[in-house]
T-cell receptor, first 116, second 113 residues
Framework: DTGVSQDPRHKITKRGQNVTFRCDPISEHNRLYWYRQTLGQGPEFLTYFQNEAQLEKSRLLSDRFSAERPKGSFSTLEIQRTEQGDSAMYLC??????????????FGPGTRLTVT | KNQVEQSPQSLIILEGKNCTLQCNYTVSPFSNLRWYKQDTGRGPVSLTIMTFSENTKSNGRYTATLDADTKQSSLHITASQLSDSASYIC????????????FGKGTTLSVSS
């Protein structure tokens, strides 16, 4: 399977615990995006990387959230001291980029986080 | 404020029937408009991307229209199948920044036999 993969698919954690999600993009894609989607809503942008550089972060990304893409390939999203409001589907997407050309974003299956 | 509004919120149709989903947007500047299909518990999958100059684009039984003057788009599904049951999300890109993708809340379509 050469699509975007995410791990784990489901995560249940207790409030206050830290969690980390992983995203493996399509191999030739140099852009990687993280989104959050709550029930009945469309995805909301969190952050994106161009290769290993984190170019933009949404104001939704509080200090408890951190994302990395150390080698420009896979990325991790960590949430510290989880809160019940963090319960959501966390989606990763990847795309090519070439100047200002807007290439298609391919989404992974998501990680469903439930904070109890 | 950049917004994407979709209607109806949900829709139930019989297998074999056609349906049309609506999307109105106030995103500016406008770069392109996309329709995604999202099955329950899965990531969105792109159906079409339309730029300012495109009025109609088809992908199999899916046909999207765009009126950039009135800032409206529609997604028409022909001869619906049970597998069309999903959420359909309208997304407008308003620039080149990462935050420039504005997502609608989606229309939940249920196709019954």
């Amino acid at each position: 399977d050469t699509g975007v993969s995410q791990d784990p698919r489901h995560k249940i954690t207790k409030r206050g615990q830290n969690v980390t999600f992983r995203c493996d993009p399509i191999s030739e894609h140099n852009r990687l995006y993280w989104y959050r989607q709550t029930l009945g809503q469309g995805p909301e942008f969190l952050t994106y990387f161009q290769n290993e550089a984190q170019l933009e972060k949404s104001r939704l990304l509080s200090d408890r959230f951190s994302a990395e893409r150390p080698k420009g390939s896979f990325s991790t999203l960590e949430i510290q001291r989880t809160e019940q409001g963090d319960s959501a589907m966390y989606l990763c997407a990847s795309s090519r980029s070439q100047g200002a050309v807007d290439y298609e974003q391919y989404f992974g299956p998501g990680t469903r986080l439930t904070v109890t | 404020k950049n917004q994407v509004e979709q209607s109806p919120q949900s829709l139930i149709i019989l297998e074999g029937k056609n349906c049309t989903l609506q999307c109105n947007y106030t995103v500016s500047p406008f770069s392109n408009l996309r329709w995604y299909k999202q099955d329950t518990g899965r990531g969105p999958v792109s159906l079409t991307i339309m730029t300012f100059s495109e009025n109609t684009k088809s992908n199999g039984r899916y046909t999207a229209t765009l009126d950039a003057d009135t800032k409206q788009s529609s997604l028409h599904i022909t001869a619906s199948q049970l597998s069309d049951s999903a959420s359909y999300i309208c997304v407008v890109r308003g620039g080149t920044a990462g935050t420039a993708l504005i997502f609608g809340k989606g229309t939940t379509l249920s196709v019954s036999s």
